[in-house]
């Protein structure tokens, strides 16, 4: 099979969980002007939470998350009293108690927190907010550390989808990314989640790992079938040891070449969609979830979680590294722990950098999110809906002229379509609308 248009992806682009991208946040945005942003919130209209809990049992190779390994419990219990009071220091600026269609929990590991300490941080947003009927209340998860006491007090907190991390069930691959987790591991973890009520499952896989082979992911999507999940991630491993220096230690291994690697992801593709519906350009999903009928009605959204149903104008972040949404910008805590710990205890939202956001940016935002959505965009109609001409947007259509002649892209007018086979060039299509990006920038992942 021809596979040279992969070879039209192969630059480092953003994954558009954010427009302008986390890179091109700076230090100009603290927490004065975030006060004012949370003061302006809307209490009519809802919003979403996200709380990030820094901390894992032990470091997998790959992992490029902002998470700690900590000696002892004190490190834990000082986050846990600092975001009890990061809580009250953001409900100062708010008016009102807000209503909350969505609540995530990331990390690190989520589930490091133990019931008790996940019981605390309920009680107090339940003070702070209001979380309106039916909202999504979701957990990240390591099926390595879970158990009856935590599924159950998420049941009774209304916890309803968790994402396990599953990334690959080969045992040389789960040995060569420091990650042993047997299939009766998560089947357990599954077992435990659903006996609680929580039945809307969501595995995280990733490709272009070392020692991956097609026979590997053939068995690791047939074993995913088996569990039967509702939704699927499959991102591509990012390899950036610059970052992330025990990204190094795989490099023994060996990884995959480019076009090994653009082969996994095209045969894992092929093999999820025996299952489920293709989302976006890494998520896949049961007919009947939320987010296939999202896709079906063009009504699905894109923010730092990934592809999402939440409409919600305003994301307000708890805990190091989180980064807060609003209509007038984004805000990104420390990313450091101790920086974070210090701020809060100092009674300071610990902003660390962010971007406000121009009326340029919330176009190209706009149509960004539409090609990363929906694989295409009439360009004209969001220009106009901003007050703009398309032809603002003709050196962008000049970058594509490749993409089209290789067939990653249809162009009639100011329409883009990216055909079903093609989707996984919707990052590099959307980059062509990123006044921000340089050819240069080595800071995110490769496109496939």
Same mark, same amino acid.
């Given at each position: ?17 954010? =427009?302008?991208? +986390? ?37 997998? %190779? ?45 990390? @690190? ?5 133990? #019931? ?37 007090? =998420?049941?009774? %907190?209304?916890?309803?989808? +968790? ?23 998560? #089947?357990?973890?599954?077992?435990? !989640? ?10 995280? !896989?990733?490709?272009?790992?070392? !020692? ?25 491993? #990012? ?22 690697? /653009? ?14 519906? &293709? ?14 009928? /999202? ?21 307000? *972040? ?12 984004? *805000? ?7 920086? %974070? ?34 694989? @295409? ?9 901003? @007050? ?13 002229? &490749? ?10 007018? %100011? ?9 996984? #060039? ?23």
């Amino acid at each position: 099979m021809d596979h040279s248009w992969l070879t039209l992806l192969d630059a480092r682009v953003p994954r558009y969980t954010s =427009y302008p991208t +986390a890179p091109h946040f700076h230090p100009r945005i603290g927490s004065a002007l975030f006060e004012n942003w949370l003061k302006a919130i809307d209490p009519r209209q809802p919003i979403s939470l996200y709380v990030h809990v820094p901390f894992c049992h032990q470091l997998c %190779w790959y992992c490029g998350c902002n998470t700690h390994i900590v000696k002892g419990e004190r490190p834990v219990e000082l986050f846990l009293k600092n975001v009890l009071k990061e809580i009250g220091l953001v409900q100062r600026h708010l008016s009102g108690r807000p209503k909350v269609s969505h609540l995530h929990f990331g990390g @690190g590991s989520p589930n490091r927190l133990t #019931a008790d300490q996940f019981d605390q941080i309920m009680q107090r947003l339940h003070q702070a907010f209001e979380l309106v009927e039916g909202a999504e209340i979701a957990l990240e998860i390591d099926p390595r550390h879970l158990d009856t006491a935590q599924t159950q007090t =998420y049941a009774r %907190w209304g916890v309803n989808r +968790a994402s396990l991390g599953v990334q690959d069930f080969d045992p040389d691959v789960q040995k060569a990314m420091n990650r042993i987790q047997p299939f009766d591991t998560v #089947a357990r973890a599954v077992g435990l !989640l659903r006996e609680a009520g929580i039945t809307a499952i969501n595995f995280d !896989l990733l490709y272009g790992l070392p !020692l991956q082979t097609i026979d590997s992911i053939h068995a690791t999507i047939a074993q995913t079938a088996l569990l039967s999940p509702d939704r699927v991630a499959l991102f591509g491993y #990012a390899h950036v040891p610059w970052l992330k220096k025990q990204q190094k230690t795989l490099e023994r291994f060996g990884l995959p070449s480019a076009t090994q690697r /653009a082969e996994l992801a095209l045969y894992a593709r092929s093999e999820l969609e025996k299952h489920y519906q &293709p989302i976006g350009i890494d998520h896949f999903a049961k007919a009947g979830d939320s987010l296939a009928v /999202a896709a079906k009605n063009n009504q699905l959204h894109r923010n730092f979680q990934g592809y999402t149903v939440d409409e919600a104008k305003t994301l307000i *972040a708890f805990g190091p590294s989180g980064i807060s949404s609003t209509p007038q910008g984004f *805000a990104q805590k420390e990313p450091e722990l101790a920086a %974070w710990n210090h701020c809060i205890e100092a009674d300071q939202l610990a902003i660390r950098r962010g971007i406000a956001l121009e009326p340029a940016d919330r176009l190209r935002s706009d149509i960004i999110e539409q090609i990363m959505c929906h694989l @295409g965009v009439d360009v004209e109609a969001v220009a106009k809906q901003h @007050g703009e001409t398309p032809e603002l947007f003709l050196p962008c259509f000049d970058h594509l002229a &490749p993409f089209a002649a290789q067939g990653l892209v249809t162009i009639e007018g %100011w329409r883009l379509t990216i055909p079903e086979q093609r989707r996984l #060039a919707a990052r590099s299509i959307a980059a062509a609308f990123d006044a921000y990006l340089q050819p240069e920038e080595t800071r995110h992942s490769a496109a496939v």
